[in-house]
């Protein structure tokens, strides 16, 4: 492959000059996505598109001006439905929306809802498509809410406070921090990261009525201080991987889904004996043949890469520099031949080629700018 080096991309103020509607198929190699932006110089939501022959992305477009799109999820149910974190006046809040397909507004505002969190960093949607769950790092907590038929969202059914009762013993541990809220793998129970006191909670859960149960037991315990950040369920049901982002390490976990159990089974390193002090994990994408999964690691800038193994457990192969500061998000194109990183502090979103067969990146092909990048979801 030629490893061309290039980047292409418009200053935030020519963004709103360009318009073009995101279709559900726009050929046979381009696919479309949406890329969430954050921090002080985020501007919102973006649409763009992605050629996978070329492995670039086309100039992105603003789809709709709302701060804090830290993460967005489809609803599995309503493909057109589109949710969002994002921030009101200082609170926690989710904002659904249609894709429209149209140029002159590719996101139509559904609704938004509030709870009484901060900072919201994680949403997803139940397999029901009518529930939707909020994970708040500021405050550390968790709300959900249902949607009905058209996909709007009711205001907060739960919000679920863990408060400073409990937390771990780093630094950055100094109370409860949800860093994640996941379906887990059979439909029955919701899994929550918390960041801040190095646990998984588990509910029981009623997409119907978007209530949460405390299971038996209530939450599984990681290693002290490893603090745990997001989810990886592998397609068998059985095997869960955790990030964990202070001791930058992977979990193997075992879920039984019947008891809605956890159990640990190992743990491996993200990081090369020489890594510098400080380093956190940030994200992971398994591939679609689930034989190999990667996670990023921050202050080193670098991804790491694993062959999955027949029992499940992880065989590190690869270390890659990035050429991206602060990665928040990672995922693999439909192709399987591309990595997307989105990078908050380069304002950009990076592209590295990926051989299917061995699972190999190689050194990023190109990039495109875009002020605060931090999630990208392919439409």
Same mark, same amino acid.
């Given at each position: 492959?030629?490893?061309?080096?290039? *980047?292409?991309?418009?200053?935030?103020? *020519?963004?709103?000059?360009?318009?073009?509607?995101?279709?559900?198929?726009?050929?046979?190699?381009?696919?479309? *996505?949406?890329?969430?932006?954050?921090?002080?110089?985020?501007?919102?939501?973006?649409?763009?598109?992605?050629?996978?022959?070329?492995?670039?992305?086309?100039?992105?477009?603003?789809?709709?001006?709302?701060?804090?799109?830290?993460?967005?999820?489809?609803?599995?149910?309503?493909?057109?439905?589109?949710?969002?974190?994002?921030?009101?006046?200082?609170?926690?809040?989710?904002?659904?929306?249609?894709?429209?397909?149209?140029?002159?507004?590719?996101?139509?505002?559904?609704?938004?809802?509030?709870?009484?969190?901060?900072?919201?960093?994680?949403?997803?949607?139940?397999?029901?498509?009518?529930? *939707?769950?909020?994970?708040?790092?500021?405050?550390?907590?968790?709300?959900?809410?249902?949607? @009905?038929?058209?996909?709007?969202?009711?205001?907060?059914?739960?919000?679920?406070?863990?408060?400073?009762?409990?937390?771990?013993?780093?630094?950055?541990?100094?109370?409860?921090?949800?860093?994640?809220?996941?379906?887990?793998?059979?439909?029955?129970?919701?899994?929550?990261?918390?960041?801040?006191?190095?646990?998984?909670?588990?509910?029981?859960?009623?997409?119907?009525?978007?209530?949460?149960?405390?299971?038996?037991?209530?939450?599984?315990?990681?290693?002290?201080?490893?603090?745990?950040?997001?989810?990886?369920?592998?397609?068998?049901?059985?095997?869960?991987?955790?990030?964990?982002?202070?001791?930058?390490?992977? @979990?193997?976990?075992?879920?039984?889904?019947?008891?809605?159990?956890?159990?640990?089974?190992?743990?491996?390193?993200?990081?090369?004996?020489?890594?510098?002090?400080?380093?956190?994990?940030?994200?992971?994408?398994?591939?679609?043949?689930?034989?190999?999964?990667?996670?990023?690691?921050?202050?080193?800038?670098?991804?790491?890469?694993?062959?999955?193994?027949?029992?499940?457990?992880?065989?590190?192969?690869?270390?890659?520099?990035?050429?991206?500061?602060?990665?928040?998000?990672?995922?693999?194109?439909?192709?399987?031949?591309?990595?997307?990183?989105?990078?908050?502090?380069?304002? @950009?979103?990076?592209?590295?080629?990926?051989?299917?067969?061995?699972?190999?990146?190689?050194?990023?092909?190109?990039?495109?700018?875009?002020?605060?990048?931090?999630?990208?979801?392919?439409?």
């Amino acid at each position: 492959m030629n490893r061309r080096h290039f *980047a292409f991309g418009l200053p935030a103020t *020519a963004f709103a000059l360009r318009s073009f509607a995101i279709q559900p198929a726009l050929s046979l190699h381009r696919k479309a *996505a949406f890329i969430g932006t954050t921090g002080k110089e985020a501007q919102g939501i973006f649409q763009t598109s992605f050629d996978a022959k070329t492995g670039t992305f086309a100039p992105p477009d603003m789809a709709a001006k709302l701060p804090g799109n830290d993460s967005m999820t489809l609803n599995p149910r309503q493909r057109n439905r589109l949710y969002s974190t994002t921030v009101v006046n200082g609170i926690a809040a989710v904002q659904g929306f249609e894709i429209t397909g149209n140029a002159e507004q590719p996101l139509r505002p559904i609704n938004q809802q509030t709870a009484k969190g901060s900072i919201p960093n994680f949403v997803s949607i139940d397999p029901s498509g009518r529930m *939707a769950m909020v994970a708040d790092w500021g405050s550390g907590d968790v709300s959900t809410y249902r949607i @009905d038929r058209n996909g709007e969202l009711s205001p907060y059914v739960e919000h679920i406070e863990y408060g400073a009762d409990h937390h771990g013993p780093q630094p950055a541990q100094p109370h409860s921090r949800s860093h994640s809220i996941l379906t887990a793998p059979g439909g029955r129970f919701v899994l929550v990261n918390d960041f801040g006191c190095d646990r998984i909670y588990v509910y029981a859960f009623n997409a119907e009525t978007a209530k949460l149960t405390p299971h038996d037991p209530p939450f599984y315990t990681a290693a002290p201080g490893s603090a745990p950040r997001h989810l990886v369920f592998h397609p068998n049901g059985k095997w869960i991987y955790c990030n964990n982002e202070l001791s930058n390490t992977v @979990d193997l976990l075992d879920w039984d889904a019947k008891r809605g159990t956890l159990k640990f089974r190992e743990s491996v390193s993200t990081l090369p004996l020489d890594a510098p002090p400080k380093c956190r994990t940030a994200d992971m994408a398994l591939s679609a043949d689930s034989r190999f999964l990667y996670c990023s690691v921050r202050t080193l800038e670098s991804f790491v890469t694993y062959a999955v193994q027949p029992d499940g457990t992880l065989r590190r192969i690869q270390f890659l520099p990035s050429q991206g500061v602060e990665n928040r998000c990672i995922t693999l194109d439909s192709t399987g031949r591309w990595l997307i990183a989105a990078n908050q502090r380069s304002n @950009d979103v990076s592209v590295l080629p990926r051989d299917p067969k061995t699972g190999l990146l190689s050194a990023q092909v190109s990039s495109i700018k875009l002020p605060g990048a931090c999630y990208v979801l392919w439409a």
